[in-house]
């Protein structure tokens, strides 16, 4: 599906530690319901006129790897929506100033709400800030840690979530509308800029960017699907009826 792809690795990958868990074979069946919502999500985005340039992407984009590549746990410091002992997991691994991302960042928020009330599907957000292709994203990044510093778990979704509504994308946003964005969402302004300005976060930032390379990402959005002990990545932005499908189906399997 499409992304946006990474022009060269960013820094060397960070070697694994006990928090992270091999990605394994895919079962037959999990395969088989992962490669339907790619054909799936191919046929949505033809029949909506998504034209050659997102075909392409699709064609490209290595949507399921069967590798024993890792990522950490889910763990205390992510940024989860929905019961973190949900039967399916998705973690994302997401750019800010990415089009691509801003428009899965509606489908997993259509995702959760749908699936994530009955306690089916969680959605854990990490970063993954392209910089060849998006200068800001890694600022922003920062910036959406020191929004959870300040409100938690909400403070951090409802500033991320209001940054993907107000950028155009492609490093399309003012950085002055940051400390906006955290007034708009009832964060203290100064001690937002205070947190910002410190790179307290930058560390995280780097290491998740870092643990995305590790698992075979070259592209956002990058996304793991844990059902289990199985860690499948699928990577792109899948539109929400082939997600949908695929949590009906993996559901349906358990």
Known sequence: MPNQKVEEKQAASRSSDSGSAPTGGLSISMAIILAG???AGAIVMTSSGGGSEQMAAVADSNVVHETNTTIPLPNSDDHILGDPNAPIIIVEYSD???PFCSRFHETMNRIVDTYGKNGD???IYRHFPLDQLHSLARREAEATECAADQGGND????FTNRLFKVTPGNDGLDPKQLPIIAGEVGLDVDEFNECLESGRFAEKVDNQAKDAF????NGTPFNIVIVGDQMIPLAGALPYESMASTIEEILAAQ
């Open 121 to 123: 599907v969680a959605w």
């Open 155 to 158: 403070g951090f979704w409802s």
């Open 96 to 98: 800010t100033e990415c």
């Open 214 to 217: 590790a698992a075979g990402a």
């Open 37 to 39: 919502a790619i054909v």
